[in-house]
């Protein structure tokens, strides 16, 4: 029987990680890395980098392959069956190594805002004893680039998708509302005269890009800017908040 640690590393820049986290790599016996086609081989380089950087003897690393989701029927049932396949490949995974008995995974961000890192661990079996490493998110260190507060005075704000802004529009009774798993540039169905944005990508990053400004006058700037970067490096993490104007 083994345990299972949850490392947040924030968001690509390796000084993210906290000193916990830097602890709970040092003791780990397996570590699991996930590998998401050439074009991604970075984030897993990212992972072996910062594994490096904090040990003197590497624990022992097993990698596996992220199946790709079904789009077909349904999106949460897409979504459900895509746990149940990732769990079954960290099952595979952790079986080749029956004396680990500490295994952690390196979650981008942190494994409590939006990722389903806990929902994949809940599935696996035996159910092992799951400790979380608590890392800076995307949204931190998206308001952190910018250097802005993510709520107004006294004002609620509401994270949300890029899939539910296309479905519901602005979320009610919300100043500000963060961006997050938004591959389809979203705001652009909002009414953009009414927002101010701030966005980013690779936020952390050597890569880092930063645009904000007026939703209007800066939405085709974030679009094809998005566009070049994707295609630059084959993958891309963004984020970004919108607040309504007053004026």
């Given amino acids: 029987m083994f345990d299972l640690t949850l490392i947040g590393i924030g968001t690509g820049n390796p000084d993210h990680l906290t000193f916990q986290g830097a602890q709970a790599i040092q003791d780990a016996d397996l570590i699991l890395i996930p590998r998401k086609g050439e074009n991604k081989a970075d984030l897993a380089g990212l992972r072996e980098e910062i594994i490096a950087q904090v040990c003197d003897t590497p624990p022992q690393v097993a990698y596996f392959d992220i199946p790709k989701r079904r789009a077909d029927d349904g999106y949460l049932r897409g979504v459900d069956e895509w746990h149940d396949a990732i769990a079954l490949r960290w099952q595979e995974a952790i079986s080749a190594y029956p004396n680990a008995e500490r295994v952690a995974l390196l979650i981008w961000g942190d494994p409590s805002l939006y990722d389903s890192s806990l929902r994949i661990a809940s599935r696996l079996k035996p159910q092992p004893e799951t400790r979380v490493i608590p890392g800076i998110t995307a949204l931190q260190a998206l308001t952190a680039a910018h250097a802005i507060p993510i709520n107004d005075l006294g004002a609620p704000y509401i994270v949300?998708?890029?899939?539910?802004?296309?479905?519901?529009?602005?979320?009610?009774?919300?100043?500000?509302?963060?961006?997050?798993?938004?591959?389809?540039?979203?705001?652009?169905?909002?009414?953009?005269?009414?927002?101010?944005?701030?966005?980013?990508?690779?936020?952390?990053?050597?890569?880092?890009i930063l645009i904000n400004g007026p939703l209007a006058q800066v939405a085709p700037q974030i679009v094809e800017t998005r566009a070049t970067a994707r295609a630059d490096h084959g993958w891309i993490m963004d984020i970004y908040l919108l607040k309504k104007r007053t004026t």
């Fill in 160 to 208: 949300t998708t890029g899939r539910r802004i296309r479905d519901e529009g602005w979320p009610p009774n919300a100043s500000k509302v963060a961006v997050m798993l938004d591959g389809e540039c979203s705001f652009q169905s909002l009414d953009m005269a009414g927002y101010d944005i701030w966005w980013g990508a690779y936020v952390g990053m050597k890569e880092e």
